[in-house]
T-cell receptor
Framework: AQTVTQSQPEMSVQEAETVTLSCTYD???????LFWYKQPPSRQMILVIR??????QNATENRFSVNFQKAAKSFSLKISDSQLGDTAMYFC??????????????FGKGTLLTVNP | NAGVTQTPKFQVLKTGQSMTLQCAQD?????MYWYRQDPGMGLRLIYY???????DKGEVPNGYNVSRLNKREFSLRLESAAPSQTSVYFC????????????FGPGTRLLVL
């Protein structure tokens, strides 16, 4: 079974600064996807970024980028130029692509990020 | 497009009551999912439907039933609610099983007394 660990329950950052959220995972699979989701106070889950395990290049989406270290099974999220609207719970998630259960997202417990003015 | 919509947004039930949570998507997605989110935990999959006419159990299916009414709609039913089912429920959809990104609804907060 896969596990996803987010070791930082809460973090805070000043507006306009950069923050990095950590995520590690445990799997024996070689083919999988990793995701970061954002959950603001509205509770809706919003996809921030995704990374295919077979790609060596780190994914980027505007101010959001990841540092994917496959050998270390690490998948951190960097938020540059933090904005007040980035305040949310952030979830790291894993999806394997082999076998009959390739539908399933496994989530970490989340990191609550607060951006301070 | 509204994306994924869920009703109701909030519900209070007494132990033993039944109710159905509704979910609909307008993105022509084939796959749909129901998750629950408890405090301090990530989302856990209850049931999913890979395509119209099929449903399968997820990680925590006990106490729930689902119906894939058509391609757009996927409902979750609690036949006899228990306090342990107090949670926030999320519906999600994706174009297909597998690598496709899942899009989530706004959630339903359920309180069982």
């Amino acid at each position: 079974a896969q596990t996803v660990t987010q070791s930082q329950p809460e973090m805070s950052v000043q507006e306009a600064e950069t923050v990095t959220l950590s995520c590690t995972y445990d799997t024996s699979e070689s083919n999988y996807y990793l995701f970061w989701y954002k959950q603001p106070p509205s509770r809706q889950m919003i996809l921030v970024i995704r990374q295919e395990a077979y790609k060596q290049q780190n994914a980027t989406e505007n101010r959001f980028s990841v540092n994917f270290q496959k050998a270390a099974k690490s998948f951190s999220l960097k938020i540059s130029d933090s904005q007040l609207g980035d305040t949310a719970m952030y979830f790291c998630a894993f999806m394997k692509l082999s076998g009959g259960s390739n539908y399933k997202l496994t989530f970490g417990k989340g990191t609550l990020l607060t951006v301070n003015p | 497009n509204a994306g994924v919509t869920q009703t109701p947004k909030f519900q209070v039930l007494k132990t033993g009551q039944s109710m159905t949570l509704q979910c609909a998507q307008d993105m022509n997605h084939n796959s749909m999912y129901w998750y629950r989110q408890d405090p301090g935990m990530g989302l856990r999959l209850i049931y999913y439907s890979a395509s119209e006419g099929t449903t399968d159990k997820g990680e925590v299916p006990n106490g729930y039933n689902v119906s894939r009414l058509n391609k757009r709609e996927f409902s979750l039913r609690l036949e006899s609610a228990a306090p342990s089912q107090t949670s926030v429920y999320f519906c999600a959809s994706s174009r297909d099983r597998g690598i496709e990104t899942q899009y989530f609804g706004p959630g339903t907060r359920l309180l069982v007394l």
